[in-house]
């Protein structure tokens, strides 16, 4: 009996350089119906499941350090921050959602939106941002895993997927206990 041979994955699209004419600058609340089609084009339905949903809820949807990306008039990216706290006191920030258009992918445009975003916020005096994602993309960016315990997130998350980043000279292992956003 002759089988046939497992075809070959396709080879990853290569990246292409950052767009010249990009411009970064804060959400607006006229950008949030805009920014919300993004979502579910990108992610669908089931984003609402995810406990970094969960995390907002109750939240404002626009913070002073959420930002979108464009090109011309045109929204390509959009990342948020959501104002949390992680035990009694400290406060910090919960990045996420970062959202690429889909024609817009592998240009690194959602790294160039984070580290704009967060010279700002290092500007601003932030203790500490947290996220739930994949180390090996956020580190590049100074996040780095929690200790498992550190941070209790409000629904289920892989423990390494809990990434902190401090602010300068702050201890990221000094931020534990109960991540919930700040309400409105």
Do not use: W
């Amino acid at each position: 009996m002759v089988t046939a041979p497992f075809p070959t994955p396709p080879a990853p699209t290569p990246s292409k350089p950052c767009p010249d004419n990009l411009i970064f600058r804060p959400v607006t609340d006229e950008d949030l119906p805009t920014i919300a089609k993004l979502h579910a084009r990108t992610f669908g339905p089931g984003r609402f499941a995810r406990t970094a949903y969960r995390i907002r809820e109750g939240a404002p949807p626009v913070s002073a350090h959420c930002k979108v990306a464009c090109i011309g008039t045109r929204i390509v990216a959009a990342l948020r921050f959501t104002e949390v706290m992680v035990g009694k006191t400290a406060r910090g920030l919960f990045l996420g959602p970062l959202v690429v258009d889909p024609e817009y992918k592998r240009q690194h445009i959602g790294s160039a939106l984070i580290t704009d975003a967060l010279a700002d916020i290092d500007r601003a005096g932030q203790g500490f941002v947290i996220l739930v994602g994949d180390e090996p993309y956020y580190q590049r960016h100074g996040f780095a895993q929690t200790a498992e315990g550190q941070i209790i997130c409000p629904g289920p998350v892989a423990p390494h997927r809990i990434l902190i980043r401090a602010a300068p000279g702050k201890d990221p292992a000094a931020f534990c206990g109960q991540l919930k956003a700040v309400p409105a």
